[in-house]
């Protein structure tokens, strides 16, 4: 492997900037989408299609005073927001996005994921607590047992497609889905674990929207119930940054989705592998979150984590099983 | 048990027809009116707030300063003062404001009046910071509009 | 889900909602006791928007209180309107001509339309549902449309006069509703029904939620929707029949169950029933005038009148008390929704935030209407 200085720096760059027009356009694509299907245009004035719109709302956003409100904790108040964007920022180190685009070939990067994804909550609690807003901390809690609830049967998930791979590398695990698409780990068919593991992708799918905070299990932002929740005192740039890590985290979810059950960067007909085709099956699953956003009204807590232990986490346990009896027997 | 399994089957179907609508309208035009490059045509029963009516042979306001638009608006919104001058039998018409802060756009002073001498405006995109600006001198209005 | 509540008296704390909150829907505040999530006591606090109408009604004359009726429940302001000259007219005495009552009942159950359709997005809004509240308002706005083309006015009309209508209806009004109801007949089990009805997660948030008795309704007063929804037949469209109701042939939907369900279901089919009334009322319309002649300044006899009329929340009524002069010498309106929201605070407690909220937007509070 190279190790030249340049590289580091070269991909610090490439991801910064990644993560840093995900987050602002992602913001638009959000509400243009919204705005279709709510047969609505949404931001269309600045630029075409309103393109410059994330533009002129982080202008707005930096120009704003940040307020720190009297009564809240001053240093987690200020930590929160920029701990919201360290994890997910920090995640794509370890992110193949094609198979010589990755910043630092982890053998454990799932785990690293997975790590950092819990640490993203955090930022949350954090802000939730240091605001010494009620409606903030009913939000915190909210997101502690909702996020403790969705990483069991998550983590489940991975584990059954870790002994598929025998690997906890996300490069290896992609690798192993390489020449079309029947052989993802959603479709799989030869080495006899197969065909219900779309079940798996499902639980996968439905806990990272959960784990990211969206939409239907918003729980923490309900903003019918908790006006805003753990966001509710935070203004300007504070509050800007906590949209640009919830983005971020929903492009890392994307990602691992990609990685975990889609092939990753490989094509889905065996020729041309590469990053595009990484690209295209993180937004088509990006636009898919949206898209369920907008369709759907929120649960409710105990809903929610009813969901999780009574359906999904029996769902991967089974699953789990099948598919170690599979790998023992053939 | 069988309500779990209902629960799980039944529900994703319901999930799934409710993409499906989203879906079909994401690629659906838009209905909204994209107000300031397209506007309204304003009923012709609209109600905006009141103004005068001139008299289509004398030119002047068909308003005979009989006071009961005056006296039957709930909010006292108008104000008028008349004048007869030298050699004439009517009053003139000197002063018409209407307050439109306090006005409920409700009708009563147009009904109240005999003589057709008011009407409901189509003025709708009225916006102002200063309260002044709602302090509407009917008679200059009538003025500028010819 | 209620959960018994083992309450420690220290570790309860006071969340206070409003009168500034996405779910109050206006400036309602509800003072909350919470331990954790769970609702201890609920406590709602009015007086916010209050505004004298009853006191105004007895320093203006008759015909000037009309603006005001329609300023209180602003969603269903027709009927507003309705109720108050009814109680004018039956202290006048003044007959209505026939077509007239005929425009009143088509536009009344029009604006019931919109205020059921309004109702219905902003409570998929309160459970986090943004998408229906779009689809709904477009429903509506054909509604306004057609509403603005003979009133003159979107949301507060001022159209009904004692002893009749402001003016006429005239053809594209009528073939407007005709098409309007089809285009609404046409998108309701779609949008309506299969994008939110049967929507798992909707069922899940409504069904046995928030459940109100028989005897609490009575306690309370509760009336409309809400009172339906517990199994009680009462509708003052049947039950006191006022201007031509009774020539239509339409059901009172009645759900037993008393949940929040319930209410939804009886709102939803209120829309059917509210649509064949208008088409009813449509294909009856007699010819004739629209405004019986009334003398400008009403001196009603003295004596204390009554009417009530349902309103898209309830029952509305009107109680005159009239001393021979030009104003009322007493006004007092009842409306429905400062008795549904007395149950609130009962019917709260031990819920979760999450579902006292969906509750209260079952409820369909319109707050000016409750503070008047
Ligand atoms: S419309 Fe009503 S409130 Fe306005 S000026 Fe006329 S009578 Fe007064
Ligand atoms: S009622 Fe008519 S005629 Fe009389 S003062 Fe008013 S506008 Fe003039």
Redesign the pocket.
Known sequence: MDTSIWRPILYLIGFMAFAGVNAAWLGWAERKGAAHIQRRNGPKEVGPFGLWQPLADGIKLMTKQLLIPSGTDDILFRIAPILAMIPALTSMVVIPFSGNIQARPIDLSVLLIFALASIGMFAILLGGWASGNKYAVISAARVVSQSIAYEIPMLITVITIVMITGSMSLQDIAMSQQGGFWHWNIFRLEGGHFIYMWVGFLIYFICSVAETNRAPFDMAEAESELVAGYMTEYGSMGFGLFMMGEYLNIVVGACMTTILFLGGWGSPFGFMPGIWWFLIKIYILIFAIIWIRWTYPRTQIYKLLNLSWKILIPFSLVNLLVTAAFIKVF | MSEYWNDIFGGTKSLLVGLGITAREFFKPVVTEQYPWEVPVMMPRFRGH?ELVKNGETGRPNCIVCGMCMR????G??TLTGKKPEGEKKKVLTKYE?DFTK???????IEGCNFNAIQFSKDYNLASTRKEDYIFDLLKRLEEQS | MTAPIICREDEVFVLNLGPQHPATHGVLRVKLTMDGEYVVKAEPVLGYIHRMHEKMAEDRTFAQFM?NTARMDYLHALAYNHGYVLAVERAAGIEVPERAEYIRVITVELNRLTSHLLWWSAFLLDLGGFSPLLYAFDDREQILDLLERVTGSRLTYCYFRFGGVYNDIDDDFITGTRNFIKRLRSRLPRFYHDLVTKNIILIKRLKDIGFVSKEQCRKYGATGPLLRGSGVQFDVRKNEPYSVYPEFDFDIPVYEEGDSMARYMVRMDEIEQSMRIIEQALDKLPDGPVRAKVPKILKPAAGDYYAAVEAARGSFGCRLVCNGGKSPYRLKLRSPTFSNLSLFGEVAEGMLLADALAFMGSLDLVIPEIDR
């Open positions: 009141i039957n608006c709930p909010s919104c108008i209407l006005c409920s756009l409700c009708g009563s002073c | 603006p």
